[in-house]
């Protein structure tokens, strides 16, 4: 089973459709290989291009879009780093500076860290439980349309300098009609919108696609811990976002037609705010931080080569951390000025939550001390994880105290815990997974020598830019100052942490050139080149349109490894249409089937049409009724039925198309 | 003495005193302002409660550290085994894991507890007899109002709260408009002024000096200067403070600063600023009937000297880009002449 490097050995690129035309024709792999080309076809041509519904595309569009905004994001943070080097800074004035900071927080956990986690389970959901496609593909073309024109607005907000300029947090009545006149605070409340549709349409899929489609023999205790952790995340953005949809769209009713739900001067509660959006905004740095953590068990496994240790431990860990996570939503507003006892609970909760993270850590060790590490990019990102998100989450232990939080809170303290815990505790990971899975994606390895390299800095630049926030928390820099007198004497630390944040910079421009020069001069990549363990590895690199030539049966919790020598696979699936294999959802026993739609260019419209209903909304109440009618025609056109002839055969009838 | 229910004889200031705290108070504030906004420099039960549980939950998160990250280590590099594949290994690592959980548990038991412990003499003043005095935010600037039995002897100080050294404060936090949170390190952690609500804390200082606060709630353009001081004093010259606070503005000293005194009364400044004694009677900016007596001008932005006073009256904008004061383009010799008049308000 010791596997040492990757097997890279192949210099000549072939495609996988040409894998198998190399076959004889007659050859029945062959045939199978071609029907399932034409009937899982992905468009082509500009109209094709918007009509795509394949996973995997989709999927690839997401990572790529979450990734830009990652950039923009990014230098939007350098900007504020240039401005806090030194004290008494002129280089961005308090306007600038603020809508800086909003869009940098708004941008990377709106537009970055929740979707590129979604976006990595539409891309691997699918394949890690053996099925065809994403359920209700069409739903999931029309979420990516949505999030790529909501992120488009709020990018454009700031390059033409009317950027939100609230916070990321919005709270009102700072960000309500009397305090943020203009539109600012308009855009920001419809991004909300926008994403949070994207995302729970998201959820939903992969939900859908993890209880009802995947392989035989893939029971729920066999289930790889990347599905189990994508599963929990969309359980936690099901129950969490509809939270801060509501509380968003309030805050536009205040804003644009005149109620006051957050007015105390007329009966509202502007602690009413705080309440909705931390109910969703402290289980989303789970949402962010979940996903992450199925990336590191599998890239555990990959590089010891072992199962990881204590599956049903780590199982219980992650679904332990999606109920908990929404418990602690007060520790947020520890100085509101509660009652005493109700913050006793949320102290607790708070604190209850580090055991299941302690026990995942403690898992991962025990997988590393027993495996044999292969010290390759992925896991030196899983390494550096560990030591950063130690870190973050003991700063988090402690912001549970109330006391104690009451000194750090809203000081700088909080912002390098937080950067702790989302940098090192999901992005980290991410970029781990990123070279991990880049091989499965593109078809070629990404160069690990300078993948190390990568580590180093970015290991080395984060560190450096945040840990010496901590330090000055205690010396009592609150967050969002766009300035500070001298006298403080936090000029040094604020220095050094510029300093690191330029590394940090080279780091991310490391990680865009590796990505680049791999995608198109990488060394090919072998189908399994880390002798992985998941069904992903089990197809080629990229898979076919269709995922699997045969669908996989599933024999064992790692499905490549305990595969036997005459694997079984499914038959009795028809290739001349789009028909899946549903499954139920305890043990996967295979229940019936269903017929997945053909692309389609509805989806695109009626993102188009939706968008326009949303930023209309910004300025008219009226957006809502003129923008029923179109609504209705795209709707009609995405669900009308498929005709009888597409799906003619067929021993038994497809159900209704799946959408 | 639960409220400000003072008519006891008061000794009147002297103007001997005053010059003569006037330095003492302001070599306090520099040494204060040295790197003194730190919440491990406690100066009062408060904090210094907090401090102690700082010290408490850092210093276990650091061995908790050192001790995960040289297993983390020591399991990375160590010398691979045949027997790693075990089943008895395997046994061996549970005990392990399941150890570190209930080890875990223990110290996060502790953690809470101490918590709740420390919490509990945070929420109210652990003396009695404390003065009450009503905290206001404003965009961005703070009023200190200390109440008294009767209204026309309310004392309200903007930026700068005067405490007697030892007594616990108890301060009834609102907001005019929008949250903020007050926040002084020193002497404990923050309670946020939300509009529409009251909200409770108390600060007590062991001793005597000038101890900088500030805004900690986002609460837009001027967030980073709104600042304040907090002037611990001893009880004597705390009500020598509040006696002088009391009274309204006295006749201007020199003709300078009568001609200042014609120019604000007939400026816009009247839009905006009290002070008593004369007709400028508006609330929406500070007060400023003793202006020339505070440390700092533009909540905690700047030092209160002549030169600072007169950028901030003529452009504040271009000290805090934002401020809700507008620019004053007034002749240079009336700029002087209120310039004079506001100094003399001490």
């Known amino acids: ?659 | 003495m639960t409220r400000l229910r003072m008519r006891l004889p008061v000794p009147r200031p002297r103007l001997a005193d005053l010059t003569r705290s006037a330095p003492l108070v302001f070599a306090a504030a520099a040494t204060a302002c040295a790197g003194n906004q730190a919440m491990f420099n406690p100066q009062g039960p408060a904090a210094r409660s907090i401090a102690s549980l700082g010290w408490l939950l850092l210093s276990v998160c650091v061995v908790i550290y050192v001790i995960v990250m040289a297993v983390a280590a020591w399991s990375l590099f160590r010398r691979r085994d045949a027997a790693d594949d075990l089943p008895a290994t395997a046994t061996k690592l549970t005990r392990a894991v399941v150890a570190g959980t209930v080890v875990s548990a223990i110290i996060l038991v502790v953690f809470t507890v101490s918590s709740v412990v420390a919490g509990r003499g945070l929420t109210s003043p652990t003396g009695a007899g404390a003065i009450t005095v009503d905290v206001i935010g404003h965009q961005w600037w703070w009023e200190f109002q200390y109440r008294d039995v009767s209204p026309s002897d309310f004392v309200t100080s903007p930026n700068e709260l005067h405490i007697p050294v030892g007594v616990p404060m108890h301060l009834k936090a609102t907001s005019r408009d929008v949250i903020h949170s007050f926040w002084v390190p020193n002497l404990h952690g923050k309670r946020d002024l939300i509009p529409g609500q009251v909200t409770n804390t108390w600060i007590q200082a062991d001793t005597p000096g000038v101890y900088r606060g500030e805004c900690a709630e986002f609460c837009g353009h001027q967030h980073a200067n709104m600042a304040f001081v907090v002037v611990a004093e001893p009880m004597d010259t705390f009500l020598a403070w509040i006696a002088r606070q009391r009274q309204p503005a006295g006749e201007p000293p020199t003709d300078e600063a009568r001609r200042g005194h014609d120019v604000f009364l007939q400026s816009t400044c009247v839009m905006c600023h009290t002070i008593r004694g004369t007709t400028a009677g508006a609330r929406l900016g500070p007060e400023l009937t003793h202006v020339g007596s505070r440390m700092t001008i533009a909540a905690g932005t700047l030092p209160n000297t002549r030169g600072h006073l007169g950028g901030w009256v003529a452009d504040p904008q271009s000290i805090k880009p934002g401020v809700r004061m507008p620019a004053n383009p007034l002749e240079p010799a009336d700029l002087q002449a209120v310039l004079t008049y506001l100094r003399s308000l001490r």
């Open chain 1, 1 to 659: 089973m010791d596997h040492s490097g990757p097997e890279n050995q192949r210099d000549e690129r072939i495609e996988p459709q040409d894998r198998y035309e190399l076959l004889p024709d007659a050859t029945a792999e062959s045939r199978l290989h071609q029907e399932l080309a034409r009937t899982w076809y992905v468009p082509k041509g500009v109209i094709g291009w918007f009509s795509v519904v394949d996973h995997r595309t989709i999927g690839k569009r997401y990572i790529v879009t979450a990734f830009s905004f990652f950039g923009f994001a990014g230098l939007l943070a350098a900007l504020m780093r240039v401005q806090l080097a030194v004290p008494n800074n002129h280089f961005l004035g308090p306007d600038l500076y603020n809508q800086v900071f909003t869009t940098h927080g708004t941008m990377m956990m709106f537009l970055f860290a929740v979707p590129v986690m979604e976006a990595m389970g539409v891309y691997l959901v699918p394949l890690m439980v053996g099925a065809r496609n994403i359920a209700f593909p069409r739903l999931n073309t029309f979420s990516y349309f949505v999030y790529l024109f909501g992120g488009i607005m709020l990018t454009a907000t700031m390059l033409m300098n009317t950027a939100p300029d609230a916070g990321w947090f919005s709270y009102v009545p700072l960000a309500g009609p009397d305090f943020t006149p203009g539109k600012r605070s308009d855009f920001w409340a419809q991004l909300i919108t926008f994403t949070e549709v994207s995302g729970l349409a998201v959820a939903v899929e992969l939900v859908t696609t993890i209880f009802k489609t995947r392989a035989p023999g893939m029971s729920l205790n066999r289930m790889p811990l990347f599905v189990w952790a994508m599963l929990v995340a969309s359980f936690m953005i099901i129950f969490s976002m509809p939270s801060v949809v509501t509380s968003s769209s309030i805050l536009l009713l205040d804003r644009l037609v005149g109620t006051h739900f957050y007015n105390p001067a007329e009966g509202g509660d502007a602690l009413l705010w705080q309440h909705l959006f931390w109910f969703f905004g402290h289980p989303e740095v789970y949402i962010i931080f979940v996903p992450a953590l199925g990336m590191v068990s599998s890239i555990i496994a990959a590089f010891t080569q072992r199962p990881v240790f204590g599956y049903t431990a780590l199982v219980l860990a992650l679904v332990a951390t999606g109920f908990i996570g929404f418990g602690l939503w007060v520790h947020h507003m520890f100085a509101t000025g509660l009652p005493q006892l109700g913050l006793t609970y949320f102290t607790a909760a708070s604190m209850v939550i580090a055991i299941p993270s302690g026990v995942q850590i403690f898992c991962w060790i025990a997988s590393l001390w027993r495996g044999r590490p292969r010290f390759h990019a992925p896991l030196l990102f899983v390494v550096g994880f560990i030591a950063i998100f130690v870190l973050g989450g003991l700063s988090g232990v402690t912001l549970a105290s109330v006391p104690f939080d009451l000194q750090v809170h809203d000081t700088y303290y909080v912002v390098a815990h937080f950067h702790y815990v989302l940098l090192g505790g999901a992005v980290f990971p991410l970029i781990g997974g990123i070279y991990f899975w880049f091989p499965k994606m593109t078809g070629r390895m990404m160069d690990d020598g300078l993948g190390r390299v990568n580590f180093w800095v970015l290991f080395f630049g984060f560190n450096i830019t945040f840990f010496p926030m901590h330090i000055l928390g205690f010396e009592g820099m609150p967050r969002r100052i766009y300035t500070y007198p001298a006298e403080l004497g936090w000029g040094t630390l604020n220095l050094v942490s510029s300093l690191g944040a330029g590394l940090l910079a080279i780091g991310g421009l490391l990680l865009l050139v590796n990505v680049v020069r791999s995608y198109r001069f990488g060394a090919v990549a072998t189908d399994n080149p880390w002798h992985a363990d998941t069904l992903e590895w089990g197809t080629t690199s990229p898979p076919p349109v269709y995922n699997f030539l045969h669908l996989p049966v599933v024999e064992g919790r790692n499905a490549l490894w305990d595969r036997s020598e005459d694997a079984p696979v499914v038959t009795g699936i028809r290739s001349d249409c789009r028909e899946v294999l549903v499954t139920d959802v305890m043990d996967a026993e295979p229940s019936n089937k269903v017929s997945y739609p053909d692309p389609s260019i509805w989806p695109f419209l009626c993102a188009v049409v939706t968008s326009a209903f949303f930023i209309g909304s910004i300025f008219t109440p009226w957006a809502l009724p003129v923008a029923i009618l179109p609504l209705a025609i795209t709707l009609i056109g995405w669900f009308w039925p498929k005709s009888e002839a597409a799906d003619a055969p067929g021993v038994k009838k497809p159900l209704r198309e799946v959408a």
